[in-house]
Structures are given as structure tokens and as C-alpha cells.
């Protein structure tokens, strides 16, 4: 983190697929705090997703540069993943994956473990502590696999608290979740950012916001097409408003 609490940002950035002739997104600029609640929309195809992987150096960027908690993403992306935890969109365990909810919240924790460490008190403590946040612990014994969609999208986000990020990336945490349920980790990712850590989501609910400002990034066609703070009972028609407007 810098000096003035930026944790992301971003310098005319512009990524390509691998073997793509053209960069999906491109000349994106911004700057995301610590403490921020940040809501990314779009239209489908706009790049959304791109730009999450762009943030944790996932992508690799064709034009420009970015830093994330004071890293060059371009040169230091493992160190990065090691602080930013990145919760993928629709992803689904397959019914006989052999590890148990506890394991899969544990795997959040093997990128600072590093090679051949075993998990110490530290781990299993932020593993549980994560477990408990999210509301698992009838399910920890339990083998991945057999949970419903939206407790394994549950314990996917508990994954990757159990690394204590400084940055939680989401990526339509929301999809698989029923209505209490959704209220319920909505409920988790804004006390997160009350404690600090940067909440970026692609979201397409618009329901359940922080009572403060509520950071707007919205792209389009691969470009930035808002991007600006508002109240929470305004994000919805400004997102709707910038997706659409040519
Ligand atoms: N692995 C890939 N290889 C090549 N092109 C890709 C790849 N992933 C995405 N794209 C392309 O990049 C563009 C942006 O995709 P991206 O997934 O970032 O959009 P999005 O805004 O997140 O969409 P959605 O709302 O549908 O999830 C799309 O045109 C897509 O086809």
C-alpha cells in the first residue's frame, strides 16, 4: 500500500489472450483504496473478468503498468496471488474431487506456505476462523464434491479469506446463492472492507450495498466507460446507464 492507502492501481493498461492479434481491454487507468467497496459492471464480452485477471497477474499485460500492494504485477504476479484472493466465476467442484471443505479452505493457505511447509497453529486458525465467517462448520468434514453449488461458492470465498488477502477479487459471487444466503456474505464482504481489505466485484445484484459510497467501474467493449462513486440506491441505474449508452 502506498502512502495515500492505494492498494491497486492501474497505468493505461492493456491485455491480450495468449496468440489474440488485438488486447481485450485497453487503456485502462485506476486507482483502487483500501476499505473500498467496488461493484464492476458491463455487458457480457465487455471485459469484466479480464480485468480482474489483469489486477492479480493472471493476464499478462501488452501495454503499460500495474501496482498491487506496492508490487509490479508484470514481474512479481506470484507475490501478488499471495495477497489478493480471487474468487472465480461459476466454478464447480466435481462430485468426487477427494478433499473436504476443511482442505479446500486450507489450499488458501498453501501459496504462503510455500514448498514442503507444513500447516502450523497460524494456518489451521485462519482456516477456522474462515470456515466460521462463511457459516461452515456443519460442512468442514464433509468432501467438497457433495455440497450444494452455493455452499461450495461459500466455501470457495472462505478459501480465499483463510489467506487473509489485502484485496478480495470476486468474480459474480453471487450467481449460485440464494437470496438469504446472498444477504448473508454480502453481509461478509462488507464488514471486509470495513476492516480494511479492497472488495472488487463483478456483479450484475445490486442489492445488499454498504451503506457508504460504493465505487462504479463499468466497461464496455473492452474500455472503461464510468468509473465513479456513488450511494448505493444509485448503482443500478448508473450501471445500467453506462452499459448501455453508446
Ligand atoms: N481465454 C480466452 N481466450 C481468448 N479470448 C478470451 C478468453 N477469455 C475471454 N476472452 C474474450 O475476451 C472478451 C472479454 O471476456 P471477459 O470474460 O473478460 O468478459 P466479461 O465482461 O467478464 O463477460 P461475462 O459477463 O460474460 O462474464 C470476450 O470477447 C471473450 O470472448
Do not use: W
Not at 29 to 49: D, F, H, Q
Not at 182 to 205: P, T
Amino acid at each position: 500500500m502506498n502512502g495515500n492507502g492505494t492498494l491497486i492501481h492501474l497505468d493505461n493498461i492493456y491485455t491480450a489472450y495468449e496468440g489474440a492479434a488485438f488486447p481485450v481491454i485497453r487503456g485502462i487507468t485506476l486507482s483502487i483504496r483500501a476499505g473500498e467497496y467496488a461493484i464492476v459492471g458491463g455487458p457480457n464480452g465487455a471485459g469484466k473478468t479480464t480485468l480482474l485477471e489483469s489486477m492479480n497477474g493472471m493476464l499478462r499485460l501488452t501495454h503499460g503498468s500495474a501496482t498491487v500492494c506496492g508490487l509490479d504485477v508484470r514481474r512479481q504476479g506470484c507475490e501478488v496471488r499471495k495477497r489478493v484472493g480471487y474468487v472465480v466465476q461459476s466454478f464447480f467442484f466435481d462430485p468426487l474431487t477427494p478433499f473436504t471443505t476443511e482442505q479446500v479452505v486450507m489450499m488458501g493457505r498453501y501459496g504462503l506456505l510455500g514448498c514442503l511447509r507444513r500447516p502450523g497453529e497460524a494456518d489451521y486458525a485462519a482456516v477456522d476462523r474462515a470456515i466460521r465467517l462463511l457459516g461452515l462448520e456443519d460442512l468442514r468434514d464433509r468432501p467438497i464434491g457433495t455440497l450444494s453449488g452455493g455452499q461450495q461458492q461459500k466455501a470457495l470465498i472462505a478459501q480465499n479469506l483463510a489467506k487473509e488477502p489485502e484485496i478480495l477479487l470476486l468474480d459474480e459471487p453471487f450467481s449460485n446463492l440464494d437470496l438469504c444466503t446472498r444477504d448473508f456474505v454480502s453481509g461478509v464482504l462488507k464488514d471486509l472492507a470495513k476492516k480494511g481489505i479492497a472488495v472488487v466485484m463483478v456483479s450484475h445484484a445490486f442489492d445488499g450495498l454498504p451503506d457508504g459510497e460504493i465505487r462504479i467501474i463499468v466497461m464496455r467493449d473492452g474500455t472503461l466507460s464510468l468509473d465513479e462513486t456513488c450511494r448505493p440506491d444509485e448503482v443500478e441505474s448508473r450501471v445500467r446507464k453506462a452499459s448501455t449508452v453508446q
